[in-house]
């Protein structure tokens, strides 16, 4: 299991559950005030105080725990519309891809985060940028399709 945070410049912290445990709202919550900020910190260029931050509506995103955490590091948690996934960047732009590039290979468990370390690297420059670009597109898709699934 694999939790990744990202901004227009590439990906900022990956998350690989090496254990036999879940995400929970204190597991996730501790991402956010740990190395999530971490990275934020030291990504960003110059200080900035403002993160916007889009994730979709699992439960351990949307707890009050989690919303706390988000409020007391004072990013604007952006609205994610429930029940979808086919508008959360992640799924549409970066899972696939990834899915598709691991699919029909064996690995042990560091050999996979190895593979996926190696595959993010490798992908272009402006990857992540693309996708986040095509947030309003689908956006806008949904609200025509009066809510239904957005098709590539």
């Avoid at 939790?3 to 912290?13: A, D, E, P, Q, R």
């Avoid at 204190?26 to 200080?47: C, D, F, H, M, Q």
């Avoid at 960047?89 to 590039?101: A, D, I, Q, R």
Wanted: proline share 6%; glycine share 4%.
């Amino acid at each position: 299991m694999a939790t990744m945070f990202w901004n227009s410049k590439g990906v900022l912290y990956v998350d690989f559950l090496t254990e036999r445990r879940t995400i929970n709202t204190e597991y996730y919550s501790a991402l956010l005030e740990g190395p999530v900020k971490t990275a934020i910190r030291n990504k960003r260029k110059r200080a900035q105080t403002s993160v916007s931050f889009l994730q979709n509506n699992a439960c351990p995103h949307v707890v009050a725990c989690t919303m706390d955490t988000a409020q007391n590091l004072k990013w604007n948690v952006l609205p994610h519309p429930p029940y979808s996934p086919h508008l959360a960047s992640t799924v549409y732009h970066l899972f696939g891809p990834l899915k598709e590039h691991l699919g029909g290979k064996r690995f042990r468990n560091e050999e996979v985060i190895q593979d996926v370390q190696e595959w993010l690297h490798w992908q272009p420059k402006d990857f992540i940028l693309s996708g986040i670009r095509k947030l309003p597109d689908r956006w806008r898709k949904c609200i025509e399709n009066r809510g239904d699934y957005v098709e590539k």
